[in-house]
């Protein structure tokens, strides 16, 4: 979760970083991308339920700094950890997934999310 998420202008988010729990993020960069790349279904809190496939670097090295302002972190991330650091970097940078879909792929994840919002709707009724 990336603080513009919430209204907040912090230059943070928070991510679960495998081995590691909850991760306040605080002044990430991403220094360098793999050359290899991963397509994968993608979401995000502000789209609930809104799923498509998002190409993005399989691994990258971030630096970023803890809560405490001086532990500097500097590493390479991978699967899951590295596809989330780069997600909640992008909204940091104004960016949101949706950017990566075309059209095409947008109004079939839209179509997709519709349906399962109706199907929400009926079980809870």
């Known amino acids: 979760l990336a603080s513009p998420q919430i209204g907040n202008s912090y230059n943070m988010f928070v991510m679960n970083l495998h081995g590691s729990g909850d991760v306040g993020v605080y002044n990430p960069k991403i220094l360098e991308f793999s050359e290899d790349t991963v397509n994968m279904e993608e979401g995000c809190l502000t789209f609930p339920l809104l799923y498509f496939m998002v190409n993005r670097p399989a691994k ?66």
Do not use: N, P
């Not at 990258?60 to 302002?69: A, E, H, I, N, R």
């Open 60 to 125: 990258c090295k971030v630096s970023y700094t803890l809560y405490d302002g001086k532990t500097q972190v500097e590493d390479w991330l991978d699967g899951i950890d590295a596809r989330c650091f780069q997600h909640e970097y992008e909204h940091l940078q104004g960016k949101l997934y949706l950017e990566h879909a075309s059209e095409l792929k947008f109004q079939r994840a839209m179509k997709k999310r519709d349906k399962y919002f109706k199907e929400i709707q009926r079980a809870t009724r």
